[in-house]
Nanobody, 127 residues
Framework: QVQLEDSGGGLVQAGGSLRLSCAAS????????MGWFRQAPGKERDFVAA????????YYADSVKGRFTISRDNPKNTVYLQMNSLNPEDTAVYYC????????????????????WGQGTQVTVSS
């Protein structure tokens, strides 16, 4: 089992920044890819970004490229999502997730491929 604890959400004005954290515990050695997803009220859960525990590959949704940065701290088993230039459309509950398989580029954005999920952290951007 793997446990994920995501945190760092809050209320921020448009143009502001937030940094989300996702701390993994348990059998983290079995996981390969860490991802961030978000879900706005009445909408589906959308892919935001992903990173592998090894190597330099990162992946981003087009809507956040150039504004969000995903990074990791392996000794701390923690993944971060730095969010800059936030706008009201970024308002959602953000979830971190981890996959035990090595996801290819074409599958990294599929929520169904992830095996463990955090509880979510609310991000609200005011205009």
């Amino acid at each position: 089992q793997v446990q994920l604890e995501d945190s760092g959400g809050g209320l921020v004005q448009a143009g502001g920044s937030l940094r989300l954290s996702c701390a993994a515990s348990g059998r983290t050695f079995r996981t390969d890819t860490m991802g961030w997803f978000r879900q706005a009220p009445g909408k589906e859960r959308d892919f935001v970004a992903a990173i592998r525990w090894s190597g330099s590959d990162t992946y981003y949704a087009d809507s956040v490229k150039g504004r969000f940065t995903i990074s990791r701290d392996n000794p701390k088993n923690t993944v971060y999502l730095q969010m800059n230039s936030l706008n009201p459309e970024d308002t959602a509950v953000y979830y971190c997730a981890t996959a035990t398989e090595r996801l290819s580029f074409g599958r990294v954005s599929a929520a169904s491929r992830y095996d463990y999920w955090g509880q979510g952290t609310q991000v609200t951007v005011s205009s």
